[in-house]
C-alpha cells in the first residue's frame, strides 16, 4: 500500500460511511473556485490603476490570501462559527487554531468534514477585506493596510459573520437571510470602503497624468475570473449537495448567479449608451460584478426569474452610484468598490426579502416582514462596519500613518514600495 498504508488503516478505524463523497467533493471544488476569485480580483483591480501602482495594487489581494489565511485559522473561524455568545460573538476554545477540531469531524448533517467548511468559509473571510483595497488604491501604506486587514477582520468580519451565519447569531435567530454574503461580504465592504476613502483623502493630481485605467484587458480578464469563481461562492453555499433539498438549492442558486450577472452585464451597457452614446468594456465588466454581487445574498432564496430582475435593476443603480461619485466629488473611491459592492449589495440584501422563498425551511414568499427583516440587517452591517471602520483607521492614522508620502505617491508605489516595475517597455 506505499504511503498511504497509514492513512488507510486510519480511515478504516472510523465509520466513513457517514460522508457523503458528493458534497465533499463539490464542496473541494467551491473552495477552489472562491479562492480563483482573489487573483481575479487582483486582476480587476490592477488594470484599473496607473501603470506605476499595478503590482502594489493586486499585492493588496494577493498578501490577503496569506495573511489571512493565517488568522482565520488561528482566531476567525473561532469567532465566526464558534458557540455563541449572546449572538454576538463566536468563543469556544478548542477552535483557536483548530486545536479542537478533529480530522474526522463532520460538520452538523451536512456529509462533510468539518474542515471543509472551515476552508470554504475561510475563502471569503480573504476576499472580503481586499475588496476594500480598491477605495484607497494607489495611495496608502501596505504597513497600514497589512495592520487594517488584520484589524478589520477580527473585529468587524468575524463578529458580523457570527450575527448572519453563526448558530445562536442575533440576526441569524432573528430569521435575516443572507445565502452567500450579501451582507457579510459586500455591505460590510462596501461601506468600509467608503469610510476608507473618505479618511486617506483624493490622490494626488499629477500634472499630465490621468487617473484613466492602465490595462484593461487585465480588468476584463479579472472580471472572467470573477464570475468562474462566483459559481462556488454562491452555489457552494448550500454547503452539500446530499439530499434532494440541499442538491435543488446548489442548482438553483448556481442558476441565479449566471442569470443576474447576464442581466447586469447587458443592463449596464444599456444604460452606459443611453448616457453616454457608448458602450464600453469597463462598462460590460463592472455590469457583471453588479449583478454578481446583487444576487449573493438571494442566489438560493430567489427564482430565476427574480434573479433576472434583480441583476438588470443592481446595475443602473451602480452605475449611477458610480456617475454621481465622479460628477460631486466628495470622495475617492479610486475603484468603485461602495458603488458596486456597496449599493449592489444592499440592493441585493432587500431584494432577498422581496423576492424569497425558502423550501429549505417551508416556503418563506417574499412580505413586508422579511423586507422589514432585510432591513435590519442591513442596518446592523451598515453602522457595525461603519463605526468600526472609522475607529480602527483613526487609531492606524494616529500611531504609524495611512498615506504613504507625497514624493512615493507621485514615483508609484510599485518602484518605490516594492522595487518592481510591473511592465517594461523596451
Not at 468534514?113 to 477585506?129: D, H, N, R, S, Y
Request: with cysteine; hydrophobic share 55%; charged share 10%.
Amino acid at each position: 500500500m506505499g504511503s498511504f498504508g497509514p492513512i488507510a488503516s486510519m480511515l478504516a478505524e472510523h465509520d466513513v460511511s457517514k460522508i457523503d463523497a458528493g458534497s465533499t467533493a463539490w464542496m473541494l471544488t467551491s473552495c477552489a473556485l472562491v479562492l480563483l476569485m482573489i487573483p481575479g480580483l487582483a486582476m480587476f483591480y490592477g488594470g484599473l490603476v496607473r501603470r506605476k501602482n499595478v503590482l502594489s495594487t493586486m499585492m493588496h489581494s494577493l498578501i490577503a490570501m496569506g495573511i489571512l489565511g493565517v488568522q482565520w485559522i488561528v482566531v476567525g473561524y473561532a469567532l465566526a462559527f464558534g458557540d455563541s455568545f449572546h449572538g454576538f460573538i463566536g468563543w469556544d476554545w478548542d477552535k483557536f487554531c483548530l486545536s479542537g477540531v478533529p480530522y474526522d469531524a463532520m460538520f452538523s448533517d451536512k456529509g462533510i468534514p468539518e474542515l471543509v467548511f472551515v476552508m470554504f468559509q475561510g475563502k471569503f473571510a480573504i476576499i472580503t477585506p481586499a475588496l476594500i483595497s480598491g477605495a484607497v488604491a494607489e495611495r496608502m501604506k501596505l504597513s497600514s493596510y497589512v495592520v487594517f486587514i488584520i484589524l478589520w477582520s477580527t473585529l468587524i468580519y468575524c463578529p458580523l459573520a457570527h450575527w448572519v451565519w453563526g448558530e445562536g447569531g442575533w440576526l441569524f435567530e432573528m430569521g435575516v437571510l443572507d445565502f452567500a454574503g450579501g451582507t457579510v461580504v459586500h455591505v460590510s465592504s462596501g461601506i468600509a470602503a467608503l469610510v476608507a476613502a473618505i479618511m486617506i483623502g483624493r490622490r494626488l493630481t499629477i500634472e499630465g497624468e490621468t487617473h484613466e485605467p492602465g490595462n484593461l484587458i487585465l480588468t476584463i480578464t479579472g472580471a472572467g475570473l470573477l464570475w468562474f469563481g462566483w459559481f462556488g461562492f454562491n452555489a457552494g453555499s448550500a454547503i452539500a449537495a446530499e439530499t434532494p433539498v440541499s442538491g435543488f438549492i446548489a442548482g438553483l442558486a448556481f442558476t441565479t448567479t449566471q442569470t443576474a450577472a447576464a442581466a447586469g452585464a447587458l443592463a449596464w451597457i444599456v444604460v452606459e449608451y443611453l448616457h453616454r452614446g457608448k458602450c464600453t468594456s469597463l462598462g460590460i465588466a463592472s455590469g457583471i460584478l453588479a449583478g454578481l454581487v446583487s444576487v449573493t445574498p438571494a442566489a438560493g432564496h430567489v427564482e430565476p426569474r427574480w434573479a433576472l430582475m434583480i441583476g438588470m435593476i443592481a446595475a443602473p443603480l451602480c452605475y449611477f452610484a458610480v456617475y454621481f461619485k465622479e460628477r460631486a466629488g466628495l470622495y475617492d473611491d479610486a475603484l468603485d468598490a461602495f458603488g458596486v459592492h456597496g449599493v449592489g449589495g444592499a440592493w441585493g440584501a432587500i431584494a432577498t426579502g422581496i423576492f424569497c422563498f425558502t423550501p429549505a425551511i417551508g416556503v418563506i414568499d417574499g412580505s413586508f416582514k422579511q423586507v422589514g427583516l432585510q432591513a435590519v440587517g442591513l442596518l446592523a452591517a451598515v453602522a457595525f462596519s461603519g463605526v468600526g471602520t472609522l475607529i480602527i483607521l483613526a487609531a492606524i492614522k494616529a500611531t504609524i500613518g495611512l498615506r504613504v508620502s507625497e514624493e512615493v505617491e507621485r514615483s508609484g508605489l510599485d518602484i518605490s514600495i516594492h522595487g518592481e516595475r510591473s511592465y517594461r517597455l523596451t
